[in-house]
T-cell receptor, first 111, second 113 residues
Framework: RKEVEQDPGPFNVPEGATVAFNCTYS??????FFWYRQDCRKEPKLLMS???SGNEDGRFTAQLNRASQYISLLIRDSKLSDSATYLC????????????FGSGTRLLVRP | ETGVTQTPRHLVMGMTNKKSLKCEQH?????MYWYKQSAKKPLELMFV???????ENNSVPSRFSPECPNSSHLFLHLHTLQPEDSALYLC????????????FGPGTRLLVL
């Protein structure tokens, strides 16, 4: 099993739709979780950290489900500008200093 | 945003060339990272530096040689690369390693001929 797994997509949705992505992780001891957004040929940019209690930033909501070992990202009222690849990242629980990134989920929002 | 800068942004080199990638962070962070991102693959961590000390070498071939003279600067020296090394090389920094948010530079897109 991969340490961090994401559905590669693409998710093709109309403007205004609500879309959700999940990201599963293998190490139950992981403590830090993040969602990044990466536009084509650009660097990943932090979208939001994921807290145990969940967090919301405008149209974006992130949740952590420790029992099932996944994090989720919900995007409401999708905009054309939301089209990008969404990467999840989870800290590796060992003596090293690593964030493990998923392969990303591609979102296409159509007019 | 100019928190983490990288130069050059694009690089084409032959397999016998020697070149260096540069990264500088202006965020006052203590940890810096090199990642490789190839098409259709997840980000691959290459090296981690914490307070200028290398704490991670993720089984990277010796043709990639990192250098971290201080907490703000990170280099990746390249020599005798292979075409399969063509990728986007991203630098990142964080306040402390592992649990903290990492901020990425714009990357160097490398093509090895």
């Amino acid at each position: 099993r991969k340490e961090v797994e994401q559905d590669p997509g693409p998710f093709n949705v109309p403007e205004g739709a609500t879309v959700a992505f999940n990201c599963t992780y293998s190490n139950s001891a992981s403590q830090s979780f993040f969602w990044y957004r990466q536009d084509c040929r650009k660097e990943p940019k932090l979208l939001m950290s994921v807290y145990s209690s969940g967090n919301e930033d405008g149209r974006f909501t992130a949740q952590l489900n420790r029992a099932s070992q996944y994090i989720s990202l919900l995007i409401r009222d999708s905009k054309l500008s939301d089209s990008a690849t969404y990467l999840c990242a989870v800290n590796k629980v060992d003596s090293s200093y690593k964030l493990i990134f998923g392969s990303g989920t591609r979102l296409l929002v159509r007019p | 945003e100019t928190g983490v800068t990288q130069t050059p942004r694009h690089l084409v080199m032959g397999m016998t060339n020697k070149k260096s990638l540069k990264c500088e962070q202006h965020l006052g962070h203590n940890a810096m990272y090199w990642y490789k991102q190839s098409a259709k693959k997840p980000l691959e961590l290459m090296f981690v530096y914490n307070f200028k000390e290398q704490t991670e070498n993720n089984s990277v071939p010796s043709r990639f040689s990192p250098e971290c003279p201080n907490s703000s600067h990170l280099f990746l020296h390249l020599h005798t690369l292979q075409p399969e090394d063509s990728a986007l090389y991203l630098c990142a920094s964080s306040q402390v390693p592992s649990r903290e948010t990492q901020y990425f530079g714009p990357g160097t897109r490398l093509l090895v001929l």
